[in-house]
């Protein structure tokens, strides 16, 4: 009887289905019609663009603007194109999701783990740092990175992504490990384990799932992080800063084609990223949501 239960209670009818079905299609196509229309779009030359009809397919298939784009393209007052841009964006996102994955763990490790009195109101006053607008901190952190001699260099731009990305990586090790057992880091204290030694043998193993989702939202938010990078990168400025400058150029011919290819060479690494293990963020969020 409750295997029938079930079977019903997950069963939808094939008209029921069917229109799910059509409802998400109509939803995707229309979240792909940017893409679409920037990726064939970059595959013309610019007569076919400006001779208007966007949504076509190209009548002749070139690459000459995605090579623009990475390499050649006006952007200041170099015509360096996308590709030093990319590299700073490397460099400062790799450390910055990893110093702040790291830390966040610490954090939710010590927050589940080695309780202390006033431990809530520091992690409440972490969760109150999640919701802190960008505007708000410029001009501290501006300061700071004067002071410490890092204004306008990558290592100030990681800093910046460190201590703005903590909160968040805080509060998902700690909601995750809040339901790992406490009884089991007791034994291990019993067994002689010291404090980084449970970390590592214990905890670390068992957080896959939301480190998934902690390297995701890190790389995400700072991958795509315009005001930042343009406040405090100087000369290092990141891939987002390039391409508004790219097309915003007020000099010369609008290359649309050129703009689109710099567009989605600026967006592969998230979608990358998604497409790898995007499958595995909704199931991270999901692993410390219930205790038990």
């Known amino acids: 009887m409750s295997a029938v239960s079930q079977d019903t209670a997950v069963r939808t009818g094939r008209v029921t289905r069917t229109f799910i079905y059509l409802v998400l299609l109509i ?37 000459d603007a995605w090579r623009s784009a990475w390499s050649t393209a006006q952007i200041g007052v170099s015509p360096t194109g996308l590709k030093p841009y ?6 400062m996102v790799v ?13 939710g490790y010590v927050l589940t783990k080695w309780r202390f009195r006033g431990d ?29 001699g890092l204004a306008g260099s990558v290592p100030g731009l990681v800093l910046v992504h460190v201590v703005y990305g903590i909160g968040f990586t805080t509060l998902y090790y700690r909601n995750y490990y809040a339901t790992f057992p406490t009884e089991l880091v ?16 214990i905890l670390l193993p068992v957080s896959g799932p939301i480190t998934v989702v902690s390297v995701i939202w890190q790389f995400t938010n700072i991958w795509n992080d315009f005001l930042f990078g343009v406040s405090f990168g100087g000369t290092s400025q990141p ?33 990358l990223v998604y497409v790898v293990a995007g499958r595995y963020f909704v199931r991270g969020l999901m692993a410390g949501s219930v205790k038990g």
Not at 86 to 91: G, T, V
Not at 126 to 145: E, G, H, N, R, T
Not at 186 to 201: E, N, T, V
Request: include cysteine; charge should be positive.
């Open 186 to 201: 007791k034994a291990a204290q019993i067994d002689g384990a010291g404090f980084f030694r449970i970390f590592w043998r």
């Open 239 to 271: 891939m987002t800063a390039a391409l508004n400058n790219l097309v915003q150029s007020s000099t010369g011919v609008k290359e649309y084609n050129v703009h689109f290819a710099g567009a989605i060479i600026a967006a592969l690494p998230t979608l």
């Open 27 to 63: 939803f995707a196509l229309f979240y792909l019609l940017p893409l679409y229309v920037m990726g064939i779009n970059s595959l013309k030359p610019l007569p076919e663009i400006t001779g208007g009809n966007m949504m076509a397919l190209p009548q002749t298939w070139t690459l």
């Open 95 to 107: 450390p910055a999701v990893a110093i702040s994955t790291i830390l966040g763990a610490l954090n």
């Open 120 to 148: 809530t109101i520091i992690f409440g006053l972490m969760l109150f740092s999640c919701f802190i607008p960008f505007q708000i901190v410029l001009i501290p952190m501006a300061l700071v990175l004067g002071k410490l």
């Open 86 to 91: 990319f590299l700073n964006s490397i460099l």
